[in-house]
């Protein structure tokens, strides 16, 4: 059965068509329209979403911020080094983390990294998994050290260093908490102005939250996708979320997840009735075909890398030979992919 093996998930991609920039206007993206019943593409403008979700329809956001993870500084010999930040270890003044550095032969426990003259990075311990366990040292708020010193964690396929602009624009305009390392990315398309009229017309909102980590860009290197270890991701749910999902069933509605950290959220927190709960979690929940959804109905995402787990994702939900078609037409037809590139919504 295609779709069953991780080479099934690879596509010819011009390097062009990999936004480096965001457009000036959030809502100015295109929008490939996926429709699942009658195998049909259409190519819209992102702001005609105000136009495709129906009033009592639930929009389900991930709120999550975006962390300037990135530290930049030098080792004791003045060679450079760096330290990405994945997640808070929990203590009380929230200054250990765990952490990928680079170089890492180098940055073995007992090294240090000066940020600036009021932050330096000790390394601690080796971590099974090859991470580091550091402490951020700093006479500051942690928090005010990382936002002052960090920088922003654009992926590595945008070629260049974050500006001043990424801190806003590698930031959806509804990111609220938490600590992620890499955008939600489906969001990134919202302007104030789109969710207000979405709000006019009567869709409802609710609100998850998932910490978006480092492995979100990790390709699957085995052939067989079972084979691949899911990186862990916390997640929060309130019970205001529970209810907006349980009112619309109850209606006959439908739940729009944006983005494949919504549906991950949303999927991990079912039971088999679909019934969610609130509270948090961590998920390494691995969505590809063939997967039976349980809350989600709608989903608005980007396009994804090559052998990624989250193109897999999208293929579980619009089928796997539509999604690539529609991928090979994304290609065909110019969009601009990944991050900062175009969107595609599934109904």
């Not at 956001?61 to 930040?85: D, H, M, P, Q």
């Not at 084979?227 to 862990?232: D, G, Q, T």
Request: charged fraction near 25%.
């Amino acid at each position: 059965m295609r779709g069953e093996r991780t080479s099934d998930y690879e596509y010819d991609l011009p390097t062009a068509l990999i936004a480096q920039e965001p457009l000036p206007d959030r809502a100015a993206s295109r929008l490939m329209l996926v429709r699942r019943e009658s195998q049909r593409i259409e190519h819209l403008r992102f702001s005609d979403v105000v136009d495709l979700i129906p009033a009592d329809d639930v929009l389900v956001l991930n709120t999550t911020r975006v962390l300037k993870a990135r530290l930049l500084g030098r080792r004791a010999s003045g060679a450079r080094a760096e330290i990405l930040l994945l997640k808070p270890i929990a203590d009380d003044r929230n200054d250990l983390w765990e952490a990928m550095v680079s170089p890492g032969g180098k940055l073995r426990p007992g090294r240090r990294v000066e940020i600036a003259p009021d932050l330096s990075v000790e390394i601690l311990e080796v971590t099974e998994r090859r991470t580091r366990v550091v402490r951020l040292e700093t006479e500051l708020p942690v928090a005010t050290a990382i936002e002052l010193y960090g920088h922003v964690p654009l992926p590595p396929y945008i070629r260049r260093a974050d500006t001043a602009a990424d801190a806003m624009r590698y930031q959806t305009v509804y990111a609220r908490e938490g600590a992620s390392v890499a955008a939600p990315t489906a969001g990134l398309h919202f302007s104030q102005g789109v969710l207000d009229e979405l709000a006019r017309r009567g869709v409802q909102r609710a609100d998850v939250v998932l910490d978006v980590g480092a492995g979100t860009f990790k390709p699957v290197e085995t052939e067989d996708p079972a084979a691949h270890l899911m990186h862990e991701e916390r997640y929060a749910i309130p019970q205001a979320t529970v209810d907006h999902v349980v009112a619309a069933r109850a209606q006959g509605c439908r739940v729009w997840a944006v983005g494949t950290t919504s549906v991950r959220t949303l999927e991990s927190a079912a039971d088999h009735a679909g019934r969610i709960r609130a509270g948090t979690g961590e998920t390494r929940l691995f969505i590809r075909p063939p997967y039976e959804f349980r809350v989600v109905d709608r989903m608005l995402t980007n396009f994804h890398l090559p052998r990624s787990t989250l193109l897999m994702l999208v293929a579980a939900f619009a089928g796997y030979d539509l999604t690539m078609r529609a991928y090979h037409e994304a290609v065909a037809h110019g969009y601009r992919v990944f991050s900062y590139g175009d969107a595609m919504l599934v109904i």
